[in-house]
């Protein structure tokens, strides 16, 4: 089991650091998502530049994992602004995020786009993990990998981990 953490670890690290943008799915149990999101955290432990965002919500669709997703990252920004202390005021998730008109696909990459601005200038990456249970009685429509590569013709079971890595295109600044 070592052996195949360590390529698991070996084969995540190799996609973070390369440069360009990258969608990785795991298909896993629920038992094997928790060895995955310990590699990740070691990750990024080991890296003081980069963002690793990690989500466990189950969700009967797409469009509610995208709902969850949004209230996660709000929640997050909350208590990030309320460690920093008054006037740390962070901007809010974009109304595109939250337009239920809009696509889940269109309304993730506004989610990941706001979290990309909010990173400091310089070499940073966003490394996005969407962590399912592959318990939960989703259906294939809900499949995180549709919010992350919309034009992508590698199906993914419900049960499946999708990693999105989305470096900054350019530095801000």
Same mark, same amino acid.
């Given at each position: 089991?070592? =052996?195949?953490?360590?390529?698991?670890?070996?084969?995540?690290?190799?996609?973070?650091?390369?440069?360009?943008?990258?969608?990785?799915?795991?298909?896993?149990?629920?038992? #094997?998502?928790?060895?995955?999101?310990?590699?990740? =955290?070691?990750?990024?432990?080991?890296? #003081?530049? $980069?963002?690793?965002?990690?989500?466990?919500?189950?969700?009967?669709?797409?469009?509610?994992?995208?709902?969850?997703?949004? $209230?996660?990252?709000?929640?997050?920004?909350?208590?990030?602004?309320?460690?920093?202390?008054?006037?740390?005021?962070?901007?809010?998730?974009? =109304?595109?995020?939250?337009?239920? =008109?809009?696509?889940?696909?269109?309304?993730?990459?506004?989610?990941? $786009?706001?979290?990309?601005?909010?990173?400091?200038?310089?070499?940073?990456?966003?490394?996005?993990?969407?962590?399912?249970?592959?318990?939960?009685?989703?259906?294939?429509?809900?499949?995180?990998?549709?919010?992350?590569?919309?034009?992508?013709?590698?199906?993914?079971?419900?049960?499946?981990?999708?990693? #999105?890595?989305?470096?900054?295109?350019?530095?801000?600044?």
């Amino acid at each position: 089991m070592q =052996a195949v953490l360590t390529e698991l670890e070996s084969l995540l690290a190799g996609l973070v650091e390369r440069d360009l943008p990258g969608v990785l799915v795991v298909a896993c149990s629920d038992v #094997e998502t928790l060895y995955l999101a310990q590699v990740l =955290a070691r990750l990024d432990e080991r890296s #003081e530049s $980069d963002l690793f965002l990690t989500f466990t919500d189950a969700a009967a669709t797409t469009a509610a994992l995208v709902d969850a997703l949004a $209230d996660n990252l709000a929640l997050q920004q909350a208590n990030l602004a309320e460690q920093l202390g008054p006037g740390a005021a962070l901007p809010d998730l974009p =109304a595109l995020a939250r337009d239920p =008109a809009a696509s889940p696909a269109t309304r993730f990459h506004a989610l990941v $786009d706001h979290v990309l601005a909010l990173l400091p200038p310089g070499d940073h990456r966003l490394v996005i993990a969407l962590l399912p249970p592959a318990s939960h009685p989703t259906s294939a429509s809900s499949s995180p990998s549709r919010c992350c590569a919309p034009h992508s013709t590698r199906a993914c079971a419900w049960s499946c981990a999708t990693i #999105e890595l989305a470096p900054r295109t350019s530095p801000r600044q």
